[in-house]
């Protein structure tokens, strides 16, 4: 029996906060954040659990909502398919980003790079249909990622999240989400392409 269609749209949020409270509440976070030297020393599975744990209860909440409200713009726009490649794409853009751009970073946790892949791709989908919300979208993450790489934060964030705010985790997120639609993008036009192919 398959899923009803809301419980379907809404199951990797559902899940994926469910994943975080889990590993926060173990007290998992050291085990599993993104760590250089661990990575290097061939603990792989860092690359994906880093976006996972959290610097403290707060800095979980903050990214859990961001989570939420993205998924809430967003959740009728991409298949759940779909929403699962870009959170892996945007996940692994970020912690791979870290650890070939940025060698001098010890370790990092938190999805909020991850969030700005999403919000990226959610704009870029929602684009041809809603032109000025998606450039609206589009001109704000373009700005947040301009001032966080020559001012440093936006004020306020490293104290709601109770450390400091890697901003070089949500340019690569941003970056990851973008091309990670864009290779949905690609996909779906082969795709169709092939299709034609075989009716002709």
């Given at each position: 029996?398959?899923?009803?269609?809301?419980?379907?749209?809404?199951?990797?949020?559902?899940?994926?906060?469910?994943?975080?409270?889990?590993?926060?509440?173990?007290?998992?976070?050291?085990?599993?954040?993104?760590?250089?030297?661990a990575l290097q020393a061939g603990?792989?599975?860092?690359?994906?659990?880093?976006?996972?744990?959290?610097?403290?209860?707060?800095?979980?909440?903050m990214d859990l909502a961001g989570?939420?409200?993205?998924?809430?713009?967003?959740?009728?726009?991409?298949?759940?398919?779909?929403?699962?490649?870009?959170?892996?794409?945007?996940?692994?853009?970020?912690?791979?980003?870290?650890?070939?751009?940025?060698?001098?970073?010890?370790?990092?946790?938190?999805?909020?790079?991850?969030?700005?892949?999403?919000?990226?791709?959610?704009?870029?989908?929602?684009?041809?249909?809603?032109?000025?919300?998606?450039?609206?979208?589009?001109?704000?993450?373009?700005?947040?990622?301009?001032?966080?790489?020559?001012?440093?934060?936006?004020?306020?964030?490293?104290?709601?999240?109770?450390?400091?705010?890697?901003?070089?985790?949500?340019?690569?997120?941003?970056?990851?989400?973008?091309?990670?639609?864009?290779?949905?993008?690609?996909?779906?036009?082969?795709?169709?392409?092939?299709?034609?192919?075989?009716?002709?």
């Amino acid at each position: 029996m398959s899923l009803p269609s809301w419980l379907s749209r809404w199951s990797l949020p559902l899940a994926l906060t469910a994943l975080c409270l889990l590993l926060q509440a173990a007290g998992l976070v050291e085990p599993l954040r993104y760590e250089r030297a661990a990575l290097q020393a061939g603990q792989w599975w860092r690359l994906l659990t880093g976006n996972l744990v959290h610097l403290g209860w707060s800095h979980l909440f903050m990214d859990l909502a961001g989570l939420w409200l993205i998924w809430w713009f967003f959740v009728a726009d991409l298949h759940p398919a779909e929403w699962a490649w870009l959170l892996l794409a945007s996940g692994l853009a970020v912690t791979g980003g870290l650890y070939a751009f940025d060698p001098h970073l010890v370790w990092y946790v938190g999805l909020s790079g991850l969030l700005h892949g999403l919000l990226v791709a959610g704009a870029l989908r929602v684009l041809p249909r809603e032109l000025p919300f998606g450039l609206l979208l589009l001109g704000g993450v373009a700005f947040k990622l301009y001032w966080e790489q020559t001012h440093g934060a936006l004020p306020g964030t490293a104290a709601l999240a109770g450390g400091p705010v890697v901003v070089d985790a949500h340019l690569y997120g941003a970056l990851g989400g973008a091309l990670g639609y864009a290779l949905l993008q690609a996909g779906l036009l082969l795709r169709r392409a092939v299709i034609d192919g075989d009716r002709q």
